[in-house]
Nanobody, 118 residues
Framework: QVQVVESGGGLVQPGGSLRLSCVVS????????MSWYRQAVGKERELVAS????????NYATSVKGRFTISRDNAKSTVYLQMNSLTPEDTAVYYC???????????WGQGTQVTVSS
């Protein structure tokens, strides 16, 4: 059974930073495009950042460009989201997604809460 486990969420003050991690097992991690989504209370889930494989093409939501950085370590089956200059608008549950489009496989984590508040 595939497990997608996010970690690194928490409470941070505005202007602060957090680093989210997501470990996926057991899959051939390098086959999967990895993404971070978030969902705030009362809002729809939105794509925050994605990184393809093997090209490593990266895309960001406009709202996080220049502040967030997505990266992956295929050897560790892990994707990261470095979040800097956080604002209260970044408060949400952050979800990790693993997608193998040609294989028709799509896996989600349970989410990790990020709260930005003073």
């Amino acid at each position: 059974q595939v497990q997608v486990v996010e970690s690194g969420g928490g409470l941070v003050q505005p202007g602060g930073s957090l680093r989210l991690s997501c470990v996926v097992s057991p899959i051939t991690f390098s086959r999967y495009a990895m993404s971070w989504y978030r969902q705030a209370v009362g809002k729809e889930r939105e794509l925050v950042a994605s990184i393809s494989s093997p090209a490593g093409t990266i895309n960001y939501a406009t709202s996080v460009k220049g502040r967030f950085t997505i990266s992956r370590d295929n050897a560790k089956s892990t994707v990261y989201l470095q979040m800097n200059s956080l604002t209260p608008e970044d408060t949400a549950v952050y979800y990790c997604n693993a997608l193998w489009l040609s294989g028709g496989l799509d896996f989600w984590g349970q989410g990790t809460q990020v709260t930005v508040s003073s």
